[in-house]
């Protein structure tokens, strides 16, 4: 065990943030921490890396512990290039390559002992700390998390805020600590970058504790799930999956519980009304006795359900034609670079498609040609019959912030009633006194809910969402998929969050620079196609290399065997042949051990030297096509030496 924390409380003022946290991890572990926007998760994270101090409970943690943490904002002012700032992680192995070069410098002019071994025991010591191969890491790390080459020797004040986040990751993992805290990581990575950092956290040696909305990297990764929910922690000995329906069965369990206990109170309160309705000093001392009871009962606290309410129906007026947006022969470039040429796709009336591509494809470039917003090179964007397309990009500039969140709806939409508004904002999570909030006082991501509620509401019979589920907690992304199922018209959507893709969508388009290529169903079956091509390209490619072996096959084995191969081979073939030799004596033994009397007449002993013959035989047989085949592969090679 690396660290625990035991009944950890934590508050600012008056609010009380973390109520009782109690959880351990072991070294190598990767662990999700999970909970709603606000729980007190990023709370955690600064207690266990010593930045908040608990107001109680003990924490601790293993003597020397490295513990590496990414915040969710990166705050980086540096003047260094993107490649130098990385290569600061290893200022020691740097200075050793200095020295040695010093001392590299020194033997040119004196052959002294002292100096070669010096140089002897530094140089042992770099290659030992993996020297030689750093700067390989460096680059390996940058290319993984989608950096282009010509970007390692950026500036790093010319960066975006994202491109500063992929900094800070990239010299978090090569600084290896023990335990990674990471908030957000897949935040400003797409998904070829995501599934790097899945892949080199799987074999990261150190332990790790991850704050994601990512639930399909959660599921690649995490083998254990923390929950916090009202300050209190849970803890569940799986992936996020199986936190999900394990939770279902605690609260199914917790509401009979609950539910028990509201029933036997009002048993009582209704024992005690008769009671007390009795004239009887007998009668009413029973009653006092029984509210007694009542108030000394440990209450069982309502477990939290987010089901109810949560469902609408969402409709367009207008119902489109069958085809909703035909693309042919559509190109962009900006500043003399091609995003895409040649895509053309058709889209049609209820279809659900994510498009796909790596940063910089041009994803966001075509939606805004949909829009009318950008105009095509070359190619047309044609919308079908009666198409209303309406557009959710992640700045929410819909929005006004003096307005309630009731007031923004309503004012929109006259014509609904205020019930019927209560009960849509409901379905996006906005429940009894939150409808009143200030749209200037919410978060990102409950402006992103008020976006998205707003657009669907609206006339668009053809919805473009561009990460719509950036900002949003995994609760309010659940949600998301609820009303977006539901939804009637057509959505094309991009995104990153790979669970979310599953449970919406029914295509995959894949945006590259050559155009665009389609696959039917989720983002799995999307990858399962993807996988079988990789295969069929990969027996096509076996095939034809074959075919260059049969046709060079003199040329082939001369390479492929030296003399001292064909020795080793037939040493091999020799050892062979003695072990079939003992192996037929030692089952012809077995078998005249078969036919005496104190073996036939037994039937155990007669059983077990069964097991012996037949295993022997195994042995036999699998020799005999070894032999075969090695045989036939010294034919072949003594055939092709004398054609030579």
Not at 583 to 597: N, T, V, W
């Amino acid at each position: 065990m690396i660290l625990s924390a035991a009944h950890i409380t934590k508050s600012f003022g008056t609010a009380e943030i973390l109520k009782d946290v109690t959880f351990h991890l072991e070294a190598k572990e990767k662990v999700a921490l999970v909970g709603i926007n606000g729980a007190g998760k990023t709370t955690i994270f600064q207690i266990l890396r010593g930045a908040y101090e608990p107001d109680e409970g003990t924490l601790f943690v293993q003597k020397d512990l490295r513990i590496g943490y990414l915040p969710q904002r990166v705050e980086m002012d540096s003047s260094e290039r993107v490649e130098d700032e990385l290569l600061k992680v290893f200022e020691p192995l740097r200075r050793m390559e200095e020295r040695m070069r010093d001392l590299e410098q020194q033997m040119k002019a004196s052959s002294s002992r002292e100096l070669m071994d010096q140089y002897s025991r530094l140089q042992a010591s770099y290659e030992l700390a993996d020297g030689y191969a750093y700067r390989s890491h460096v680059r390996g790390v940058l290319k993984g998390l989608g950096f282009a080459e010509e970007e390692y020797q950026m500036p790093i004040t010319n960066l975006s805020g994202g491109q500063r986040s992929r900094i800070a990751l990239s010299k978090l993992l090569l600084q290896k600590p023990d335990l990674l805290l990471l908030d957000e990581p897949t935040n400003h990575l797409d998904i070829a970058a995501i599934q790097w950092l899945e892949r080199y956290l799987q074999d990261f040696s150190g332990a790790a504790l991850i704050i994601s909305h990512d639930r399909y990297f959660l599921d690649k990764l995490c083998t254990r799930t923390i929950e916090l929910e009202r300050g209190i922690t849970s803890d569940y000995s799986g992936s996020y999956t199986f936190y999900i329906a394990e939770k279902k069965k605690r609260i199914e369990a917790a509401l009979r519980v609950y539910e028990a206990q509201q029933e036997e109170i009002r048993r009582q309160e209704e024992i005690i009304a008769k009671l007390r309705s009795f004239s009887q000093e007998k009668f009413i001392k029973r009653a006092q006795s029984r509210e007694k009871i009542l108030d000394k009962m440990e209450l069982v606290e309502k477990p939290i359900t987010y089901d109810a309410a949560m469902k609408f129906h969402f409709k367009p007026r207008v119902l489109s034609g069958n085809d909703v947006l035909i693309a042919h022969d559509v190109s962009k470039s900006f500043d003399g670079r091609t995003l895409f040429s040649h895509a053309e796709f058709i889209i049609k009336r209820g279809e659900k498609i994510a498009l796909l591509g790596a940063n910089g494809a041009g994803k966001s470039t075509l939606f805004k040609m949909i829009m009318g917003q950008e105009k095509a090179d070359s190619g047309h964007l044609v919308n079908g019959v009666k198409v209303t397309p309406g557009y959710y990009d992640q700045e929410q500039q819909n929005l006004t912030d003096s307005k309630s969140v009731l007031e923004e709806i309503y004012d929109a939409y006259p014509n609904l009633t205020v019930p019927e508004v209560r009960n849509i904002l409901a379905s996006f999570l906005f429940r009894g006194d939150d409808v009143f909030k200030q749209i200037g006082d919410l978060s990102g991501g409950e402006k992103a809910r008020v976006s998205l509620c707003k657009i669907m509401l609206g006339d668009s019979n053809f919805l473009l969402l561009d990460e719509p589920t950036n900002h949003l907690d995994i609760l309010s992304r659940e949600v998301l998929e609820q009303n977006l199922n539901s939804y009637e018209g057509t959505l094309l959507f991009i995104s990153h969050d790979r669970y979310f893709i599953n449970q919406v969508a029914h295509r995959i388009l894949v945006l590259t620079a050559d155009g665009i290529r389609s696959y039917i169903g989720n983002y799995d079956e999307y990858i399962e196609q993807i996988a079988r091509q990789e295969a069929a390209a990969s027996a096509a490619s076996a095939n034809e290399k074959n075919a260059v072996v049969s046709q060079e096959k003199t040329e082939y084995t001369e390479r492929r065997r030296s003399q001292s191969d064909i020795r080793r081979q037939r040493t091999r073939l020799r050892m062979m042949e003695k072990d079939i030799t003992d192996l037929e004596a030692s089952i012809g033994e077995i078998e005249d051990k078969m036919q005496l009397p104190e073996f036939y007449s037994n039937y155990a002993a007669y059983h077990d030297l069964e097991l012996q013959k037949k295993e022997a035989s195994d042995r036999l047989e699998a020799l005999y096509a070894d032999w075969e085949a090695l045989s036939a592969e010294l034919e072949e090679t003594d055939a092709s030496e004398l054609n030579i």
